[in-house]
């Protein structure tokens, strides 16, 4: 072989590789592109019916439930929700912007007498006095003794009520976009879990999904939320995302409507977060 013919099949073999590899950045550019976004996690599919925790279906079926919260169960899988976040017999939980109380007493029920829950609501103005007294009523229940009633803004420098590192779970179930919303102190109630949970304790919150990149612009027109928007808002104060569910996920949803439109049938969120023992050593 001349020369000449060395030196162009050298040629020809150095513009394979330029090329090759050019084409391999390129490739892993756009691989990177369509990865999810850095703050998502993979979602766990829901939790066969087999393996829901006995405790926790009982809570569910229980007969001393009212029937209108029995109607819910349906569309908010109570027993997913439950089982995702680990609540089980003699654990501590808050259940924050607690509503008339739905999640409230399946958590008291779940917890049993061994276990205390702190069902937080802020102070309720006359036009939503009616949430507040079915609220009341709720808790005096019999089997919601081991309640704690919390009435206290989301500001307040004791919203809960407890020594720190001393809660096994907080949950906000479809209610973190009203407290954005309403422009309530999301800083505040953050720091406020983080320091009231054990190292190790489970941050849980559930809400209605709005399109990627829309922020808080629906917070108060359809009641939703951009979930990448409000995982940022809690690992500002600290929190890691630890897991999330695809189990309340509706995908036929476009997240354009009004969630009371078609209650039970919004596509919502499942995330779970943890106060990560490493973390909160430097606090």
Known sequence: MTIRMRIGTWRL??????????????????RAQMQPAANSTAEAPPIPQTQIPADITAAVNSP???AADKALDAGRKPDQILAFYGIKPGMKVADIFAGGGYMTELFALVV?????????????????????????ERLKQPAL????KVSKPFDAPDLLPVPPDSLDAVIIHLNYHDIVGFKMSTENLNAAVFKALKPGGIYGIVDH?????????????????????????????GFKLYGASSALRHPEDDRTWLV????GETD????????????????
């Open 112 to 136: 049993g007498p061994k276990g205390t829950v702190y069902s937080q609501n802020i102070p309720f103005s006359e036009k939503f006095k009616k949430i507040g007294d079915q609220w009341d």
């Open 13 to 30: 073999t150095f513009l394979t590789i330029v090329a090759f590899v050019g084409f391999s950045l390129i490739a892993s550019a756009a």
């Open 64 to 66: 001393e439930r009212p």
């Open 268 to 283: 919502r969120f499942m995330l779970k977060f943890v106060k990560a023992p490493a973390v909160a050593n430097r606090q």
């Open 260 to 263: 009371f439109k078609h209650r």
């Open 209 to 237: 999904s709005a399109p990627a990149g829309t922020g808080a612009t629906d917070t108060t027109t359809l009641h939703r939320i951009d979930e990448d928007f409000l995982i940022k808002d809690v690992e500002k104060a």
């Open 145 to 148: 003794k081991n309640v704690v």
